[in-house]
T-cell receptor, first 120, second 107 residues
Framework: DTGVSQNPRHKITKRGQNVTFRCDPI?????LYWYRQTLGQGPEFLTY????????KSRLLSDRFSAERPKGSFSTLEIQRTEQGDSAMYLC??????????????????FGPGTRLTVL | DAKTTQPPSMDCAEGRAANLPCNHS???????VYWYRQIHSQGPQYIIH???NNETNEMASLIITEDRKSSTLILPHATLRDTAVYYC????????FGKGTMLLVSP
């Protein structure tokens, strides 16, 4: 399977514990995105990387959240001191670079299956 | 990113065309219109995007009004597997999802 993969698929933790999720994007996709989705809502953007550089972070990404993409390939999202409000589906997506003439775009995002976090 | 408005739900009979509307009156000149869908318990799936012209691919057609303030996604022959939440967004490099339209395709 050459799609975006995420591990683990499910994580149950106690409030106050730290958790780390991993995302493996499609090979050679330059951009990698993290989203959070709660029940009944659309996904909310958290952050994205272009290669290893973190280019944008949402205000939703509090200081308890940190994301890395050390070699421009896989990425990790860590949540420290988890709270019950962190319970959600965490989605990862990647996108390739495409060109229209000389212009560079990243239009199509390929999503993984998500990691469902439950904080007790 | 542009603010979008979509009906919360729509129904469609299997085999008929599904026409999903979206208002994006605040979209700026360089923002694309994107459509994604999310089938229950799966990650979102890209459908189509456009800037000014109408677009068609193997999944759907996208009709964008001349003033770019609204668009319509057309699934020409809806199947039961098209039952999903459909999201319309305006954006450039990041996506801002709303609540989308829940499309229910019935036999």
């Amino acid at each position: 399977d050459t799609g975006v993969s995420q591990n683990p698929r499910h994580k149950i933790t106690k409030r106050g514990q730290n958790v780390t999720f991993r995302c493996d994007p499609i090979s050679e996709h330059n951009r990698l995105y993290w989203y959070r989705q709660t029940l009944g809502q659309g996904p909310e953007f958290l952050t994205y990387f272009q290669n290893e550089a973190q280019l944008e972070k949402s205000r939703l990404l509090s200081d308890r959240f940190s994301a890395e993409r050390p070699k421009g390939s896989f990425s990790t999202l860590e949540i420290q001191r988890t709270e019950q409000g962190d319970s959600a589906m965490y989605l990862c997506a990647s996108s390739p670079k495409t060109y229209t003439g000389a212009l560079k775009f990243y239009n199509e995002q390929f999503f993984g299956p998500g990691t469902r976090l439950t904080v007790l | 990113d542009a603010k979008t408005t979509q009906p919360p739900s729509m129904d469609c009979a299997e085999g008929r065309a599904a026409n999903l509307p979206c208002n994006h009156s605040t979209i700026s000149g360089n923002e694309y219109v994107y459509w994604y869908r999310q089938i229950h318990s799966q990650g979102p799936q890209y459908i189509i995007h456009g800037l000014k012209n109408n677009e068609t691919n193997e999944m759907a057609s996208l009709i964008i009004t001349e003033d770019r303030k609204s668009s319509t996604l057309i699934l020409p022959h809806a199947t039961l597997r098209d039952t999903a939440v459909y999201y319309c967004m305006g954006g450039y490099s990041t996506l801002t999802f709303g609540k989308g339209t829940m499309l229910l395709v019935s036999p």
